[in-house]
């Protein structure tokens, strides 16, 4: 079984490599011995999207968007979203109070129905949408979560707000990077970036076409032909 230290890691792994994703979930969900974890964000468009999730949530997700549960889930209530606060954990008698799981159909008939029966989640800050959190569910007969559970997804909450913010980060450098690159290489004449040792760092496209014929590249230096 996962540890918390493991689910760490799993976590900035998946910030290398999105493929780690999903593993990263399933060790979030085993921390409070959870079917499955996704991550979710509120869109411009007002509408949720799942980034990521266990494996064992495809019904539930695949489910809710094809027969409109989505629709009836109280999580989703405008009016309940603006109550949630970054750096907070919600279960769900913060959400519908203690005892009327069954009053409601997306507690009484759907989730039962796809194995579940509780959850809790961690609004976190990120680029995916705001709100954004990490959502946690279980089936019915291990009982609502408590709140050492809470606590143990805020804490583990925290490393995905910081591996998304990492990921953002380094996106942006790279399509900066790209976009000056793709500039630089399009420029009508040729041009050279050295370092202070006048070696090359960037060459543009009609550069390379001067290489040999006009400049040596002799000990990884640019510099005139010897003539």
């Known amino acids: 079984m996962p540890t918390f230290s493991d689910a760490v890691y799993r976590i900035y ?90 009053e409601l159909p997306y507690y009484s008939q759907f989730l039962p129905r796809v194995g579940l029966g509780w959850q809790m989640a961690a609004a976190i800050q990120s680029d995916l949408g705001a709100p954004t959190a990490v959502v946690v569910q279980r089936a019915r007969a291990k009982g609502p979560y408590v709140r050492t559970e809470m606590d143990t997804l805020r804490q583990v909450s925290r490393h995905v707000e910081q591996s998304l913010r990492i990921t953002s980060h380094f996106a942006g450098e790279r399509a900066a990077h790209a976009t000056a690159t793709a500039a630089f290489d399009a420029m009508d004449r040729a041009a050279f970036v050295l370092d202070h040792e006048q070696k090359p760092l960037l060459i543009n496209r009609p550069a390379r076409n001067l290489m040999g014929r006009y400049f040596s590249h002799e000990d990884g230096r640019l510099a005139p032909p010897e003539t």
Not at 44 to 65: N, V
Not at 74 to 101: K, N
Request: glycine share 8%.
């Open 13 to 102: 792994e998946a910030t290398l490599s999105p493929d780690h994703w999903a593993s990263a979930m399933d060790a979030i969900a085993t921390l409070s011995g959870s079917e499955g974890a996704f991550l979710g964000a509120k869109v411009p468009s007002g509408r949720w999207q799942i980034d990521t999730h266990s494996p064992k949530l495809s019904e539930f997700i695949h489910l809710s968007q094809a027969e409109k549960w989505w629709q009836q889930n109280p999580w989703l209530d405008r009016s309940i979203e603006v109550g949630f606060r970054v750096g907070d954990v919600y279960c769900d008698q913060d959400v519908i109070g203690e005892g009327r799981a069954e």
